[in-house]
């Protein structure tokens, strides 16, 4: 009885997402899984992943979306990177997706990748019925959220071709990146501790740690990246977005990097430091240049 409810509120959610997106209306949640969530701990909040879809107003979409991952640590999602990240997207006229993803320490790797990889291949999975580009989906993040996002431009696949389900049949590759001060390296002396602690527990293999030490995973398929960071953050070292920048650099994938001389770290969209709110006019230039912000064909703005 459970499942059969929970299924009948994801079918009314995806027809209410349709509905937003033609009248810019209020944002929509529903659950990544509409039945039973892989390694799923319990049924509570916090064992259901979900996606909260935020349209752009009528008539000013463009066809492309972003999933945004809030920073947190691993251990928390922060507000102020989540709803006001994606109504910013939405005044650029992309979707804007925010992914509430699973937490340590209650779950540890891979929960938080097969969210964000499910997360990607729902959007392009419903790109038709939500008037989305499927070549234009993004992901975005902050902090451990960014260390998600690059974990997800670093460790995709192109889909379960015979899976039952359509969705696991789609990719999970984003089409761009955005990090915006990310945890990127898990190993010393770079690493944030704490995130490594929730996101793999207390004594992790130095094999997976190294995996997951995401400037090492950046091939030619890693998609174009835009990163953000302050050159005094004393919680997450500049050096994180350096060496994925670096990385990129080596690996011929299209990076643009910005380091500002000063800064606390989670600043979020820059709030009212007249410096640090310019990046989000900065990164939607580097959107527009990647040809992202374009309106696709059969997409209905």
Sequence with gaps: MYLMLLSVAVIAA????TASSAAGAEPVSLPLWPDTVPGA????PADVPTLT???????????AAIVVCPGGGYGALADHEGAPVARWLNTLGVTGIVLKYRLGPR???????????RAIRTVRARAREW????????????????HLASTAATHFD???ATSADSIE??????????LIYPVISLETPHAHLGSRRNLLGENPTPDLVHSLSNETQVTARTPSTFLIH????????MENSLLFALACRKAGVPVELHVYETGAHGFGLGGSDPILSDWPARCAAWMKRRGFLGTAAGAKP
């Design 158 to 160: 192109n889909g379960h």
């Design 169 to 178: 049949r789609e990719s999970s590759r984003p089409d761009l990146a955005v």
């Design 131 to 146: 008037n989305l580009d499927p070549t234009r989906i993004g992901i975005l993040g902050f902090s451990a959220g960014g």
């Design 230 to 237: 302050t050159a005094d953050d004393a919680a997450v070292p």
């Design 107 to 117: 779950y540890h790797h891979p929960a938080m990748l097969n969210d964000a990889a």
């Design 41 to 44: 701990k319990g049924k509570e």
């Design 53 to 63: 879809v935020y349209a752009p107003p009528a008539g000013t979409g463009n066809g």
């Design 14 to 17: 995806l027809f209410a997402i």
